[in-house]
């Protein structure tokens, strides 16, 4: 037996070293792998920012000229008129490149005139591009065509107060009457004055409602929530603390609500405190027919933030569908159409996560990137008809783009400005084919173009991943050889195993059968002994005989230890409520101990049904209650409690755990080692096979058994059982 079992250790010892090293070579290897993989490195695409302005403050997109291509609408300062902004209406396709384009308008304005996006104002279809003039407060509308000729001058009657300042400013038809309406967004900063939400008829030049509010509306979308034709607005209003408070709402909070197209409140939700701030889209993300808002949350607070939410809302009634809570930061939340027809949504945060999510706000996919993580946008590129990227701004001067995997394909190194949060991404298109437009320092065109192939070939010899890849081909032929040569004794193993088991039974059955004879006759030998004897060696005999009987006491309480922990012990797995079985179990002893130990059941109320084999478990906790219950000679407390465990990412049972203890006499450190070998036992006549048995068959379970005392104060026995179906 010796043989076999020397045999067995050296080919499992060598088996399993040459496994481990494997393993974790290849752990190695994987993980650079996946870690050097760029699909940028072999891709026959790639893309390419080419500068086309310096810094704007707006830029909007539209086709001026309706040739099918988008063009652009953008202000920025000139560095040597600091007082003026200019005004530049160009396409940047054209024949001679990317780099060069040609323009409609560059004119100067004034520098507080705001560019308005835009629109078809009265449906002529040519389009118009409005510009609010502010002066002491009264508000004009100057509308120019795209080549830079007046069509008409709107001065409204409702002036505007020092403080107060357009926000987000767009023209909707929220009558379906076939006029559109000026709506804009007032703000205001230190003065104490409302912000609010205007709406202006551009026909007649005159305020039509105007709803006020304390918090910044910085966000508002215009859309037909209820399918009528009538459009409603959702705005949401960030939380800048300057002690503004009006329409029962402040700016010591931030909230989203909906208004009509009469500016009547139609309900309002509580997003955050002080300092929060947040960002919406309205679609319908579960294709029901039915308009949801989805909305997430930002904390700009350093003491005490708030954590960061994401929020499905039900456009009608303003209801909280689902929601999201995490400790961090979000920025703006876009939705992700994939290629089988679903929406998902991604989002950066405070720390650095690109995160990817569900419709029912479950993670599918995160990264981490630089801090912090702002999405700026989800958008077609090239010819791609399905395919959308994710462009990212990672901490302040990295772009980049992912794909909708959120494998890295793109990045570039910004140049650092002082507005770096205002950061824009916008897609423009041209006919067919896709490109985009970053205002950052400067204002670029992004375009997807075609590798050139000297430029393909020394990508993939320069990435790290070709080597890693030869290595990890290269390792793993050599552990195949390994494990081909180590086979042709191995394949022995499982009946040398078998037989050993068989053997070892075998013999412990034998030595169990012949110390009972030796015992038998030593008994019988010294009984005659003490017969025909003197008294002085009857006494000499009779002490070597106890000593004989004394070791066959111990040979035949090890043969006993040996066989229980040979027998096989197959489970019979069942479900079973894990809270009933302990309450059958306490029964059986609360009778005899009545009045002297207190048995306390804190028995979890939810559902502890678990596939587990009843009488191997039954087994072990009556070892367990039965040492707690004779380490309390004098009496005591027995509490038996149950938890179940749930995972935090996917809200799903992971499994349960057990609680045992005693206010008994505790177990010494120095013995606490010790408690789980076979052979360990504080009775007289215990065979030790109590707490070893019990934990073979937690672990048979796949659980874990773990123990905490303290003498002289009581005994923990904590049971972790992981959740199983039958």
């Given at each position: 037996?010796?043989e076999i079992k020397q045999v067995k250790s050296n080919l499992t010892g060598k088996k399993l070293s040459v496994l481990t090293g494997w393993v974790i070579i290849n752990v190695i290897l994987v993980f650079l792998l996946i870690k050097t993989f760029s699909p940028a490195s072999f891709s026959l695409y790639t893309f390419e ?486 008294e002085g060696r009857r006494q000499v005999i009779q002490s070597i005989f106890q000593s004989i009987l004394d070791d066959i006491n111990v040979l035949g309480r090890q043969t006993r230890i040996l066989m229980k922990l040979l027998a096989p012990r197959p489970l019979n797995l069942k479900t079973t409520e894990i809270n009933s ?146």
């Open positions: 037996m010796e920012l080419i500068p086309l302005l310096g810094r704007c403050q707006e830029v909007f997109i539209s086709d001026l000229d309706n040739d099918g291509n988008e063009d652009v609408v953008a202000t920025h300062v000139p560095p040597h008129l600091p007082s003026q902004k200019s005004l530049q209406l160009f396409s940047p396709f054209v024949p001679a490149g990317y780099y060069k384009f040609s323009f409609f308008l560059d004119t100067l304005i004034e520098i507080n005139d705001f560019l308005i996006p835009p629109a078809n104002l009265n449906d002529d279809e040519e389009i118009e591009i409005p510009i609010l003039k502010i002066k002491e407060g009264n508000i004009s509308l100057f509308i120019y065509n795209p080549i830079g000729m007046i069509k008409k001058v709107l001065n409204f009657n409702e002036p505007i107060e020092h403080d107060q300042y357009p926000g987000k400013t767009c023209f909707k038809d929220l009558d379906n009457d076939g006029q559109k309406e000026m709506i804009m967004a007032i703000l205001s900063r230190f003065s104490g004055l409302p912000r609010a939400i205007a709406v202006w008829d551009i026909v007649k030049g005159r305020l039509r409602w105007k709803f006020l509010m304390g918090c910044m509306p910085d966000i508002f979308e215009v859309v037909d929530i209820n399918q009528d034709g009538l459009k409603e607005i959702v705005v949401m209003g960030r939380a800048p603390h300057n002690g503004v408070s009006a329409n029962g709402t402040d700016d010591d909070h931030s909230y989203i609500f909906t208004l009509d197209n009469q500016g009547n409140l139609l309900w309002r939700l509580v997003l955050g405190g002080y300092y929060t701030r947040g960002w919406i889209k309205c679609f319908d993300i579960d294709r029901d027919g039915q308009l949801e808002i989805i909305a997430s949350k930002g904390c700009d607070r350093e003491i005490d933030p708030e954590p960061g939410e994401i929020r499905l809302i039900e456009a009608q009634t303003g209801e909280t569908e689902d929601l999201f809570t995490e400790s961090v930061s979000y920025s703006e939340i876009f939705p992700l159409p994939t290629e089988n027809g679903e929406t998902h949504l991604v989002v950066g945060d405070s720390v650095g996560n690109v995160t990817i999510f569900d419709r029912h706000l479950n993670i599918l996919k995160r990264i981490e990137v630089d801090y912090p993580a702002i999405v700026r946008g989800v958008a077609r590129l090239g010819n791609e008809t399905r395919r959308n990227y994710i462009f990212v701004q990672a901490g302040f001067t990295n772009f980049s783009i992912y794909n909708y995997n959120l494998k890295n394909i793109f990045n570039y190194k910004l140049d650092y400005y002082y507005d770096m949060y205002n950061l824009h991404f916008d897609s423009l298109c041209k006919q067919d084919e896709r490109v985009g437009l970053l205002n950052a320092s400067q204002l670029y065109l992004l375009k997807k173009i075609t590798r050139p192939l000297p430029e393909l070939l020394a990508g993939v010899v320069r990435s790290k991943f070709i080597a890693h890849m030869f290595f990890f081909v290269l390792i793993n032929i050599f552990f195949v050889y390994l494990f081909r040569l180590k086979n042709r004794v191995l394949a022995q193993l499982p009946k040398i195993q078998i037989d050993w088991l068989d053997q070892a039974q075998d013999i412990a059955h034998r030595m169990k059968n012949s110390l009972f004879t030796i015992q038998l006759q030593a008994e019988n030998l010294k009984l005659e002994a003490s017969r025909n004897l003197d079985l302990i309450q059958k179990i306490v029964n059986k002893y609360i009778g005899y101990y009545q009045g002297k130990i207190d048995f306390v059941l804190d028995l979890d109320n939810e559902s502890t049904a678990i596939a587990v084999d009843e009488e191997q478990l039954d087994e072990a906790l009556n070892n367990l209650i039965s040492n707690a219950l004779d380490a309390m000679p004098q009496g005591g407390r027995l509490t038996v409690r149950t938890t179940v465990i749930h995972s935090s990412s996917i809200q799903a049972i992971k499994g349960i755990e057990i609680e045992i203890e005693d206010s008994g006499q505790g177990i010494p450190d120095e013995l606490l080692p010790e408690i789980f070998k076979p052979d360990f036992s504080t009775k007289k006549e215990g065979l030790g096979l109590g707490l070893a048995m019990t934990k073979k068959i937690i672990e048979a379970h796949g659980g874990r058994i773990s123990v905490y005392s303290k003498a002289g104060i009581g005994t923990k026995f904590a049971i972790f059982l992981p959740w199983k179906q039958n």
